[in-house]
């Protein structure tokens, strides 16, 4: 069973960067395609960027293009979200998910309506002065 872990998320300050990590212990993630979310408290949660199998094609919402970056790593078999140019709206939690690599490809500004197979328990990111 995949189980997927984030960390790095923390306190930073307003223009600064943190970088996110998702990892499934035991597993490689390079196969799947992967989406990130967050939540803020009191809102929905917002899908905000995906890549597809492998180094496959990525997806960026409007609110995070420009600023996050998300990578894998074949060698590691995690994935990895940069966030730069940080600023208090972008305080929630966030969260990694993984599509089984049998269930599909998809990465696209649809990526909010499917069923990911795999969560993270999330990891908060709060930015502040």
């Known amino acids: 069973q995949v189980q997927l872990v984030e960390s790095g998320g923390g306190l930073v300050q307003p223009g600064g960067s943190l970088r996110l990590s998702c990892a499934a212990p035991?597993?490689?993630?390079?196969?799947?395609?992967i989406g990130w979310f967050r939540q803020a408290p009191g809102k929905e949660r917002e899908a905000l960027l995906c890549m597809s199998t492998q180094n496959g094609p990525t997806w960026y919402a409007s609110s995070v293009a420009g600023r996050f970056t998300i990578s894998k790593d074949i060698t590691t078999g995690t994935v990895r979200l940069q966030m730069n140019s940080l600023q208090p709206e972008d305080t929630a939690v966030y969260y990694c998910a993984a599509e089984d690599p049998d269930g599909g490809t998809y990465c696209g500004p649809d990526m909010g309506r499917r069923t990911y197979d795999y969560w993270g328990q999330g990891t908060q990111v709060t930015v502040s002065s």
């Open positions: 035991g597993f490689t993630l390079w196969n799947h395609a």
